[in-house]
T-cell receptor, first 118, second 114 residues
């Protein structure tokens, strides 16, 4: 159990376009989802925390108008990279928790989405 | 504030020899600590976690880690490396108290030679 999927796994787009990435919890209800960004050969940096039905909380330095997050249901969160530029090219990873024990819940990670902006 | 330091960016071992990946943490409260593994272009897989129970934690694939409060360390070990262990390993500490935020270390790339 506790499987998280992401779609698409890989996307290439032109500069100036917007790209939507989906994160789904397949076999559990995710009260909280997290979005991370990973640059090549670097660690994961938390971008934002998303709770179902409420606005996402963004980490310092992350542009909320650039990276739109929607957590419409307990099994789906989306990240939209608006007006993408080459510097937005990265590996985007989501995770989800069941939220039964806040502060101790395990995060289950999706396989990631590689975004390349030309 | 919470932080985690992985002391080695790269570790190379021969197949069948022991593995040691070092991690030190800093925490203002009793932390949860994790080790995750990431194979190329794959998602993160949890190897093991420490949440204030037994200090020696056994994980999957023969890995284990020992929580040492006096040394603020949580090193990952395996008695005998396998070729399939070659991957990126992340030491992770719980972030803000009473949230599920995680703070990731910079990662250690493990190479296993035949």
């Amino acid at each position: 159990g506790a499987v998280v999927s992401q779609h698409p796994s890989r996307v290439i787009c032109k500069s100036g376009t917007s790209v939507k990435i989906e994160c789904r919890s397949l076999d559990f209800q995710a009260t909280t989802m997290f979005w991370y960004r990973q640059f090549p050969k670097q660690s994961l940096m938390l971008m934002a925390t998303s709770n179902e039905g409420s606005k996402a909380t963004y980490e310092q330095g992350v542009e909320k108008d650039k990276f739109l997050i929607n957590h419409a249901s307990l099994t789906l969160s989306t990240l939209t990279v608006t007006s993408a530029h080459p510097e937005d090219s990265s590996f985007y990873i989501c995770s989800a928790t069941r939220g039964r024990d806040r502060g101790r819940s395990l995060q289950f990670f999706g396989p990631g989405t590689r975004l390349t902006v030309l | 504030a919470q932080s985690v330091t992985q002391l080695d960016s790269h570790v190379s071992v021969s197949e069948g020899t022991p593995v040691l990946l070092r991690c030190n943490y800093s925490s203002s409260y009793s932390p949860s600590l994790f080790w995750y593994v990431q194979h190329p272009n794959k998602g993160l897989q949890l190897l093991l976690k420490y949440t204030s129970a037994a200090t020696l934690v056994k994980g999957i694939n023969g890995f284990e880690a020992e929580f040492k409060k006096s040394e603020t360390s949580f090193h990952l070990t395996k008695p005998s490396a396998h070729m399939s262990d070659a991957a990126e390993y992340f030491c992770v500490v719980s972030g803000v108290r009473n949230t599920d935020k995680l703070i990731f270390g910079t990662g250690t790339r493990l190479q296993v030679f035949p």
